[in-house]
């Protein structure tokens, strides 16, 4: 599995820093935001160094898939109530227009009660 060794989401994947881990399993972990926004904030990451949304390719397919198709488990898990009254919002910021500051794809989930820090 490729890591980049200055990247702090790489670190975490390998317990080089610590997080406040929600799920991992093979090819993805989640963890808790460090700054959350909202009542529950965590991020969703592919183990492997992809730096963004840019760098995907079709045999990124199945990964992305799974990963998506974790959000919602992983979001009652963690106190979000269930749709359609409770949800959460679901964000990929992707380059320096889209407010990425970590340079590695993570799916942010957000979601609880109203208002939110931001958004
Ligand atoms: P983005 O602006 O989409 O790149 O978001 C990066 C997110 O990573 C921000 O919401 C940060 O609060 C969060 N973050 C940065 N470092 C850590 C860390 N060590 N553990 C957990 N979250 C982090
Ligand atoms: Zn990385």
Known sequence: MHHDD???F???????IPSKLVYEDDEMMAFHDIHPWAPV????????HIASM???KDQHSALLGRMM??????ARQEGCLPYPQGGYRLMVNTGDHGGQEVHHLHLHVMG???PWAKG
């Open 54 to 56: 840019a760098q995907l």
């Open 112 to 114: 609880g009660p109203r």
């Open 41 to 48: 904030h965590f991020l969703i990451i592919p183990k492997e």
């Open 69 to 74: 198709i974790k959000v919602d488990e992983l």
């Open 10 to 16: 790489c670190k975490i994947v390998q317990r080089h």
């Open 6 to 8: 200055h990247c702090i």
